[in-house]
């Protein structure tokens, strides 16, 4: 069993900054990833990382979001800068560990004067 412990949501300014954090509770050899959820609509992937650094981001958030990592610490990051109205989301992080998929518990985020 794999834990993922997310934090930093919150409400925030459109042209502000959050900065997301989720710690696992085992080391994970693979992909590290963040996805998120409107109401009413699938659940997509933002940005995902590989442990050697390797990143992907969906084209609505490049250039504006930034995932990093640390591997000694089992954590990952979602930095959101330059945020919008359409990046309110839950946002979940994800991993996958001997094959399985694990989620976090999601944590709100929304864009909003």
């Known amino acids: 069993q794999v834990q993922l412990v997310e934090s930093g949501g919150g409400l925030v300014q459109p042209g502000g900054s959050l900065r997301l954090s989720c710690a696992a509770s085992?080391?994970?050899?693979?992909?590290m990833d963040w996805y998120r959820q409107a109401p009413g609509k699938q659940r997509d992937l933002v940005a995902a990382?590989?442990?050697?650094?390797?990143?992907r981001y969906a084209d609505s958030v490049k250039g504006r979001f930034t995932i990093s990592r640390d591997n000694a610490e089992n954590t990952v990051y979602l930095q959101m800068n330059s945020m919008k109205s359409e990046d309110t989301a839950v946002y979940f992080c994800?991993?996958?560990?001997?094959?399985?998929?694990?989620w976090g518990q999601g944590t709100q985020v929304t864009v909003s004067s």
């Open positions: 085992v080391s994970i050899a693979r992909s």
């Open positions: 990382m590989q442990r050697d650094g390797t990143t």
């Open positions: 994800h991993v996958i560990h001997q094959w399985r998929h694990y």
